[in-house]
């Protein structure tokens, strides 16, 4: 049964005004229930196919289509800074997406609560950012991206400024919500191990005019746990995603 497609990116390219070309050519389909992930050297364009996705800029060429317009109205957006209002609550910050939708507070509270829990964070509702740790912000944020119930998730290397501990243990958060909510996550990563886990497709991209030189699947089946981290197959999972990305990085034989 083939999947359901989300968006589509038809023959996209994007070039800066100072000339910069980020992406050419680039032709990908997001499928409902996957975890896509972005992998690739800095510069190579992955953060751009985000911000076009979300409508924070548009294509020099090609199309991006949506095949569900309510999809493309209701994105949960996690970035690498958790970027929260510093003045207000846990629980304010999260209900902040529905408040610009105008859900009242009465109206929003069970869903903002559902959220909270969610990442473990019924606890500190009424905390301030200053009061959490760098994990906590980040589940703070995931919290808010996901109170909309979106069905398409953006996540910019959100984890990239934790420590390894913080980061393994929110890669498997992650698993988990992904589970619970059928959401489709679209992931930016440098990690190569980061990738292997949480992923179900990769897609390794080129700092050269961000070209995707790769994009292999990776069987849903897994079971996400410690147990595929020290298996044979994430370490065979994990070799083939790091020569794609020394190939992307120009640092493979012959380059």
Known sequence: MTAQRLVSLQNVSKTYPNGVKALENINLEICAGETL??????????STILRLIEGLAQPSGGEIFWHDQKIKNNLGAVFQEATLMPWASVFDNVYLPLRLQGHTLVQAKSAVEESLENVGLSSFA????RELSGGMKMRC?????LVTKPALILMDEPFAALDEVTRFQLNDDLIHLKEKLNATIIFVTHSVFESVFISTRIVVMSKMQGAIIENFEIDRSIRRDENFRLSQRYSELSRQASTALNHAMGLSRGK
Not at 38 to 45: A, E, H, K, V
Not at 126 to 129: E, G, K, M, T, V
Not at 141 to 145: K, L, M
């Open 37 to 46: 992930t972005l992998l690739g050297p800095s510069g190579c364009g992955k």
């Open 126 to 129: 009424r905390a301030l950012p």
């Open 141 to 145: 944020a995931i919290a808010r991206a």
